[in-house]
């Protein structure tokens, strides 16, 4: 779910495209303006951040549930 949302294989340039502008309060032409691999790393890192909450967040529950 988690690389589905941040660039997994299934996902389309304008859900990534929106989901970064959302995130960094970009409109279309600043996205445009940044280089792929600049996106690229973004798109990772966030992948990066949604798995490490996920981890935490099942941690949390199994050790209160």
Request: glycine content about 8%; charged content about 25%; some cysteine.
């Amino acid at each position: 779910m988690i690389s589905l949302l941040y660039g997994g294989s299934g996902t389309s340039e304008s859900y990534k495209r929106y989901i970064i502008c959302k995130e960094f309060g970009w409109d279309y032409h600043t996205y445009m303006n940044q280089p792929v691999k600049f996106i690229e790393e973004i798109l990772i890192i966030m992948n990066q951040e949604a798995q490490k909450n996920q981890s935490e967040t099942e941690r949390a529950q199994k050790k209160h549930g």
